[in-house]
T-cell receptor, first 112, second 111 residues
Framework: QQPVQSPQAVILREGEDAVINCSSSKALYSVHWYRQKHGEAPVFLMILLKGGEQKGHEKISASFNEKKQQSSLYLTASQLSYSGTYFCGTEIRGGSNYKLTFGKGTLLTVNP | DTAVSQTPKYLVTQMGNDKSIKCEQNLGHDTMYWYKQDSKKFLKIMFSYNNKELIINETVPNRFSPKSPDKAHLNLHINSLELGDSAVYFC??????????FGNGTRLTVT
């Protein structure tokens, strides 16, 4: 039930764009995106709910394709501060016994 | 001020020892979790408590025993530590099905 993330790693120059994908073989209720910098805790970026809209946070946005059970995270005009490992977390059903299952992460490196 | 705090930050111990990690959240959340992050950065849920009640117990060895004295605290006790237990353990909290707030992690090294 672990979602599959791609790519595993990506290297950008400052100002370039990137897309990180997350897919599941199960019907998803929600998809979360988190960023973890080296030696720190994961930090919540955004959540996409079933039937919800595309979300955005400054130059980082995400979409959720319910038919394909896929989500994509879009980073535009990347900044050095975007470097880190990005995780998608998927929730298979809502309600009680809420559980997020994380993908293996995508290591994003932004160079000057 | 810290929302989710874990202690200790680092834990170095020998095989066979017993150790505990403590977690406290001041966000008023009703659900708390333990996640394990291995050397490959894979974040795997171990336990989840809702209002002091265990609701998720993944396939975790019996040597790991969580305890929640109240909904603001969730501790993790590990018996007979093994080399494979070396990892970073993250505590997290949420208000029901909402974003997780993670603690800063406890890096456990078993020698």
């Amino acid at each position: 039930q672990q979602p599959v993330q791609s790519p595993q790693a990506v290297i950008l120059r400052e100002g370039e764009d990137a897309v990180i994908n997350c897919s599941s073989s199960k019907a998803l209720y929600s998809v979360h995106w988190y960023r973890q910098k080296h030696g720190e805790a994961p930090v919540f970026l955004m959540i996409l709910l079933k039937g919800g809209e595309q979300k955005g946070h400054e130059k980082i946005s995400a979409s959720f394709n319910e038919k394909k059970q896929q989500s994509s995270l879009y980073l535009t005009a990347s900044q050095l501060s975007y470097s880190g490992t990005y995780f998608c977390g998927t929730e298979i059903r809502g309600g009680s016994n809420y559980k997020l299952t994380f993908g293996k992460g995508t290591l994003l490196t932004v160079n000057p | 001020d810290t929302a989710v705090s874990q202690t200790p930050k680092y834990l170095v111990t020998q095989m066979g020892n017993d150790k505990s990690i403590k977690c406290e959240q001041n966000l008023g959340h009703d659900t708390m979790y333990w996640y394990k992050q291995d050397s490959k950065k894979f974040l795997k849920i171990m336990f989840s408590y809702n209002n002091k009640e265990l609701i998720i117990n993944e396939t975790v060895p019996n040597r790991f025993s969580p305890k929640s004295p109240d909904k603001a605290h969730l501790n993790l006790h590990i018996n007979s530590l093994e080399l494979g237990d070396s990892a970073v353990y993250f505590c997290a909290s949420s208000q029901g099905p909402s974003p997780l707030h993670f603690g800063n992690g406890t890096r456990l090294t078993v020698t």
